[in-house]
Structures are given as structure tokens and as C-alpha cells.
């Protein structure tokens, strides 16, 4: 059995467009992948998109699109952003509970061995075109489908924040130490891989350490 880890954020397009190409690899070879939830951009430097160039914001949303459309993954924009955010002038709220929920329950799915499947039906939520994901039985659903409940997850994200969220922190420093600090990113053998476009070349890396089909 070979193992990788996946640094991912619930709030990046890219990280959500790379999950049917994992989730196939995962599917059909003897791999498994550990989820490492990292806070997005806008938590860990909230100044990020006022310093950026006004074209940054208007390329990524054409481009994942488009990445979208060519492998004929379902996607909207999440409804709502994960993140609160003023668009027209790029300001971060100080409170942001949709986003520290699903890092924080990321994070515990994670403890539980089950984070790269929660991970995987939580972004199919936020980012498929959904409506009011964080509304009703959505998320219930989602974790449920993933092998978890999600009123366990929230009860221990709310008694263990703090904890939780030092976990996340230690993710983005381990991140940073195997020679990367975005997402979506998959370490292998100290090695990362970042980008939804570089999943082909990790699986070639991979099956040079002897990684094989499932039988």
C-alpha cells in the first residue's frame, strides 16, 4: 500500500477540479490518499486579493470554467462563497464561519481516515452548482456518504477548535517544508505535485516506486 497526501482548501476551484481525477486513481490503484486541509488564501493572508492584479480574480473564474467544461465536471459558483467577502472591494470579513466549519470538520473527518472522501463529497456540494449547501440535510448527506456523521464532525470541531485549527496550521507548515504552499498539492515521497494538471505526472512517479493497479 503507497500513501500521499493531499493539501487541499475547500474554498480553491482547482482543488475541487482535481478530486475525479484522485478519486479514480484512488479507485483503481493500491493508494491512499490522507487529506491535509489547509485554510484558504483569505484566512491566511487577508490582503491577498486587494494586493493582486485585477485580472487575477476575472482569469481564474474563465479559467476553471473552461477546465470545467473540457473534463465535463459539474460546476457553479458556490452559493454561498465559503468565504465572506466584499467582491467589489476584495475585503475579507473578520468572521467567517462557513469556511472554519468545513476546514475544522475536514480536519476531524481526517483524524478519522475518512478526510479525502469527506473532502471529496463536501467540494461536490460547494462547488457543483448547488444551492444553500450549508442549508438542510446538505452537508448531513455528504458526510454520511463519506462514512462519517456530520453531527459527530461539528460537535468535535466546536469542542476542539483550537486544537483542530493548530492541526491545520501544522498542514500548511508541512506543506511549506516539502517545497510548496498551494493548493491543490500531493506530497509523495517528499515530493509535491502542485496543480489539478500535474495529477498524470504524480501517477507516473508513483508507479516508478512500484505503485500497481488494485487487483
Do not use: C
Amino acid at each position: 500500500m503507497h500513501r500521499a497526501d493531499l493539501y487541499f482548501s475547500f474554498r480553491s476551484p482547482y482543488s475541487y477540479l482535481a478530486l475525479p481525477k484522485w478519486r479514480a486513481i484512488v479507485r483503481d490503484y493500491d493508494l491512499t490518499i490522507d487529506l491535509k486541509p489547509v485554510y484558504p488564501l483569505a484566512i491566511r493572508q487577508p490582503d491577498f486579493f486587494e494586493r493582486n492584479h485585477p485580472n487575477w480574480l476575472r482569469y481564474t473564474i474563465r479559467d476553471v470554467m473552461r477546465v470545467a467544461q473540457h473534463q465535463n465536471i459539474p460546476f457553479g459558483p458556490p452559493r454561498p462563497d465559503p468565504i465572506i467577502q466584499n467582491i467589489a472591494t476584495r475585503e475579507i470579513a473578520a468572521e467567517q464561519p462557513y469556511i472554519r466549519r468545513l476546514v475544522r470538520t475536514g480536519q476531524v473527518a481526517a483524524r478519522r481516515g475518512r478526510g479525502f472522501a469527506y473532502a471529496d463529497e463536501v467540494a461536490q456540494l460547494v462547488w457543483g452548482g448547488a444551492a444553500d449547501w450549508h442549508l438542510g440535510d446538505h452537508l448531513a448527506g455528504a458526510a454520511a456518504r463519506a462514512g462519517v456523521d456530520m453531527a459527530d464532525l461539528d460537535a468535535e470541531a466546536e469542542r476542539d477548535a483550537e486544537a483542530l485549527d493548530a492541526e491545520v496550521a501544522a498542514n500548511q507548515e508541512a506543506l511549506e517544508a516539502a517545497g510548496h504552499w498551494g493548493v491543490p498539492t500531493l506530497v509523495f515521497n517528499d515530493e509535491p505535485f502542485f496543480g489539478q494538471d500535474r495529477i498524470d505526472l504524480a501517477l507516473w512517479r508513483m508507479e516508478q516506486a512500484g505503485l500497481e493497479k488494485r487487483a
